[in-house]
């Protein structure tokens, strides 16, 4: 297992980040779209990912209504001071008008329900789920920071952001002195490249870190879809992130004939493309069966030669958007203009 240093901060977190969104009880509010692990099979993918080398878990306040966040605490124990934990606020568990969002009432109160769930007195990285248009950023700045100086919150990152959202909070946590945001967690999968247009840009200009989730657009990408064959799975009952079937079994493909090559499964194929790519930090791995975690953990010994990064870039690329299609010049030794990958 490889070890990255998180954007701009002094902490080093592992390649592969275990989301825990599967950890919940039969029944649970997630159940019936990404599965239920329970207690026993939580605690045993937390043991084989820290016996792997993963050192940071993600989780969130509204993942299986909370028990998520119950079940990685029970699953840590008293290795929770060894280990990163993740968590995320913006969205809620309850109804109310001031429930949702990040305004200072709706942060303090979900910092300190996630800690009581997490069974722990700080959060490594406090993320905010999504763009809240409704509450100014400054309040959520310094209420973050505030959060970090009482030492709650260790680091502050952000997960849905367009290009420009993640440029403005930026700049203006510079401007207020207050905590920056130290990663941005994001969409991003050999059959879902948007990422590239202005939110990886954005991320490697502006130092931040990177946590990808869905590296397997839920599945699409684990070898059960083929143009013959859509086993039932996750995305039979939920079709997300949206997929251009056409293109997408292309990918697959050209995955699978990798894979073979390599003696290795078509998902740690398209793992280990993710983890070739610049500005990626972490990818968020996570599994409703322990084999399906295994599998997954094994991307992080596969290599890719530049011909196999190359085939799979080329069947997967997308179609360039202005300005993204506009020419490259070169003045000296120095490219202006657009510069599109």
Known sequence: MKYKKLGHTGLYVSELTLGTMTFDNEGGSYAGIVGATGQELATRMV???????????????VYSS??????????????????????????????????LGTSRLAIMREVEGSLKRLGTDYIDLYQVH????TT????TLR??????????????????????????ADGLARQLGTERFASAQSYYSLVGRELERDILPAVQDLGLGTFIYSPLASGFLSGKYTRHSEA??????????????????????????????KNASVA???????????????????????AQLVDDLGAADIVLSDAEMARLDEVSAFKPEYPGYLPVWRRGDTLFGQLHD
């Open 143 to 168: 209420t973050l920071d505030d959060l970090v100086r009482q030492g709650k919150v260790r680091y502050i990152g952000l997960s849905n952001f367009a290009g420009w959202q993640i440029a403005k």
């Open 136 to 139: 100014p950023l400054e309040e």
């Open 66 to 99: 909370g028990v998520s966040e119950e079940m990685l605490g029970k699953a840590l124990g008293a290795r929770r001071k060894d280990m990163l934990v993740a968590t995320k606020l913006a969205s809620s568990l309850t109804s109310g008008p001031n429930d």
């Open 232 to 261: 039932s799975g996750r995305r039979a009952a939920f079709d997300y992130p949206p997929v251009d079937k056409d293109q997408g079994y292309d990918v697959v493909d050209a995955l699978a004939a990798i894979a073979e090559e």
């Open 130 to 133: 999504t763009f809240d248009y």
């Open 268 to 290: 740690q194929v398209a793992l280990a493309w993710l983890l070739h790519k610049p500005g990626v930090t972490s990818v968020i791995v996570g599994a409703r069966k322990e």
């Open 47 to 61: 043991d084989l990912s820290i016996e792997a080398g993963i050192n940071i878990f993600d989780t969130a306040n």
